[in-house]
Each structure stands twice: as structure tokens, then as C-alpha cells.
């Protein structure tokens, strides 16, 4: 497979996982809602998320595919208010997530927490107005202040550059499909055309309530204790932890696959992940992917992390450049916990990233 193509492979498996790809979404049920209150980005057919209850109140929110949101979002559900975690990749799909949530309880958002300062996580706070506190980590606060979630390889691979791509790409599909595959096409058209508007009315706005350590909310009988358990997938990773219902919101600390590496810590990620493996918890609803029980995945993940951080050095202590040197990591001993790993080749962000860290450049 040519480099290009296993870029495109990896690319194109990256965007699954992140949730970020359209799947064709399922037929018009409730029909497109006109509202002029509808920010850009929002438009779309049917149900944008799906609100899985993993404990009373408390509900793991997951894209349908019927309007790019990005990452899962949480909602907690408390005695006078309402708790969501991550606001998803624009304003268009946290005014969804709003609207959707109008669904289960008619009490109002108060808090709002970023788990980290990634685009697809943080890009919708916009939409809340002064009575929602948004708090995050200090970092948090300062990479979103800086710009930094606008820019960078992450943001141009998938939003600079690699949005508009993709509509070219369909378009062109479009013109060739047959009258069958048409309208499927013509859909993930519609989603990534939503997508380009949304991300185009961003005014990215950080959290308004920060902290370093952490913070614990009670409010009625529930208590919320967000975390910062050290460095991780970002400087700043938030751990929302409910001792009560024994649950965890990861963001993407540790995700269902593999966690994006381009902007992380990885020589202190492990320590983090044995801080999250330290608490009483036995549900992790993470930022990308589905709901699982136990700790087994921080184990695999921990075992990715530390070959992954292996290979790379000793490549870079060989001078090779991290752009070949991602297409010579080998993860396919980790295939049985990450069965999207079937060849040779990793996302060459991660390497950029040991290579950063390694040189002390990683902030
Ligand atoms: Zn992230």
C-alpha cells in the first residue's frame, strides 16, 4: 500500500473512530425543523444524538450520524439543574445536544464542563450564555484563549484542509454514483456542508470557571467531582468522577480505541492512567466510542501507549523523521484489543509528538 493511501487508510479509520464520519443517517422522521433561533451548523433530519441512561439521570449522549458532532457529549441530570460535559465540535451540534436534552428534563443547563481544550470537545461553549458556568482546567482555559484549537495539524487535517476535501471528494462521487448510491452520498454531502457552516460561525469561547486540581460540585444529592489526574491526552485532561453512581467521564484520557496522541504527554500518561485506575468506579463513558465496564482498557491502552512511545524513540534516536518513522511503527501486536489495527503505519501526529516531547518542545 502506497504511503498516500495508507495515510488515507489511517485517516479515514481516525475520522470512525473519532465519530467524526458521516454514516449515512436514517431517513427523515420529524422533519426539518425551520427555526430562525438555529445557529449555522444545525440543520438537520431526525435526531442528532442518542441518550444511552447509565445511571438515573445520567446519560452518555452519542451522535446518530445525522449531524456531525464530533465526540460524545455526558448529561447529568441533578436535582435543580443540569450538568453537560464536552459541547461537541461546533454551535450548531451544542445547540442540538440543548434542544435534544429539552427531551429528558425541562430543568435548565447550568454547568458546563471541558474535559480538554480539543476542537471537537470544546467548540460548541459558545452557545451558553452568562447564567452557564464553563469550567475546565487552567490549560484548558489557555490553549482556547491562545487559538490554539483553530489551528495545528489536528484542526487542518480534519476542518482547514480536510472538510473542504471531502466535499470535493463526494461531489465528485455524486457525479459518478449511480441513481442508488446517490442518495446516500448526497446525504454525508448535506452533514459535511452543515459541518463546513458550523465550524465557519465558530467564536471559540473558554471556560469561564478554571481550576488545576480539583473541584467538586454538589448539587442536590449528587456529587460531581471533576479531576485533573496529571497529563495525559492533553496537559489539561478533566476526569468527571460520581463516586455515588460509580461512574467516570474520561473525555479522551481513555477512549473505547486508541486515543489521539498528537497533542499528548505520553511519557506521563501511563502514571495518569494508574491515578484513574485508583478510583472506585466501574463505568467509563469515554469522548469517543461506546460505554464499557472494568479497567481492563486502561491496561491495553496503557500497553499501546508505552510500545508506541518505544518504537518512536528509538526511531528518532536513529534520525529518522516522523513522518517515515510513523510509517515504520508496527502497533499490530496490540490488533486483539484494537481490531482497527491491520497493518503496519500509525497517524503520523503521535510521532510528531514523542519526537516533541523528546526534544522538549511539547507545551
Ligand atoms: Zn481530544
Redesign the pocket.
Known amino acids: 500500500m502506497s504511503s498516500l493511501r495508507r495515510h488515507r487508510r489511517l485517516v479515514l479509520a481516525f475520522l470512525a473512530a473519532a465519530g467524526v464520519m458521516a454514516v449515512a443517517a436514517s431517513p427523515a422522521v420529524h422533519g426539518r425543523a425551520q427555526d430562525a433561533a438555529r445557529p449555522a451548523g444545525s440543520t438537520y433530519t431526525g435526531k442528532a444524538f442518542t441518550f444511552n441512561e447509565v445511571a438515573p439521570g445520567v446519560f452518555h449522549a452519542v451522535g446518530t450520524g445525522a449531524l456531525a458532532v464530533g465526540c460524545n457529549a455526558s448529561v447529568i441530570v441533578n436535582a435543580d439543574d443540569v450538568m453537560v460535559v464536552d459541547t461537541n465540535l461546533s454551535p450548531g451540534a451544542a445547540w442540538a445536544l440543548r434542544e435534544e436534552i429539552k427531551a429528558l428534563t425541562p430543568k435548565p443547563v447550568r454547568y458546563v464542563v471541558n474535559t480538554?481544550w480539543?476542537w471537537?470537545?470544546a467548540h460548541g461553549n459558545q452557545i451558553y450564555g452568562p447564567d452557564v458556568t464553563v469550567i475546565g482546567h487552567e490549560y484548558t482555559r489557555a490553549k482556547l484563549a491562545a487559538g490554539d484549537s483553530t489551528r495545528g495539524r489536528s484542526y487542518d487535517m480534519f476542518i482547514t484542509t480536510g472538510l473542504p476535501a471531502r466535499i470535493a471528494d463526494l461531489k465528485a462521487k455524486i457525479s459518478a454514483a449511480t441513481p442508488a448510491d446517490r442518495a446516500a452520498l448526497q446525504t454525508q454531502l448535506s452533514i459535511a456542508e452543515t459541518q463546513l457552516a458550523g465550524s465557519r460561525a465558530l467564536a471559540v469561547a473558554p471556560p469561564t470557571l478554571t481550576f488545576t486540581d480539583h473541584l467538586t460540585l454538589v448539587r442536590g444529592g449528587r456529587e460531581i467531582r471533576l479531576l485533573h489526574l496529571g497529563r495525559a491526552?492533553t496537559g489539561g485532561d478533566v476526569v468527571v468522577f460520581l463516586p455515588k453512581e460509580r461512574l467516570v467521564i474520561t473525555g479522551?484520557l481513555l477512549v473505547e480505541g486508541t486515543s489521539?496522541i498528537g497533542d499528548g504527554f505520553t511519557a506521563d500518561w501511563p502514571a495518569t492512567l494508574e491515578r484513574l485506575r485508583a478510583l472506585d468506579y466501574d463505568v467509563t463513558l469515554p469522548?469517543h466510542g461506546t460505554a464499557f465496564r472494568g479497567k481492563t482498557k486502561i491496561d491495553q491502552f496503557e500497553s499501546y501507549l508505552r510500545d508506541f512511545r518505544r518504537q518512536a524513540e528509538a526511531l528518532h534516536k536513529a534520525g529518522v523523521p516522523a513522518q517515515d518513522a510513523a510509517a515504520k511503527i508496527d502497533m499490530r501486536a496490540h490488533a486483539a484489543d484494537y481490531p482497527a489495527i491491520t497493518a503496519p503505519g500509525v497517524l503520523w501526529h503521535g510521532v510528531a509528538r514523542v519526537y516533541e516531547e523528546l526534544e522538549g518542545r511539547a507545551q
Do not use: I
Open positions: 480538554h480539543h471537537d470537545h491526552h479522551d489521539y469522548g
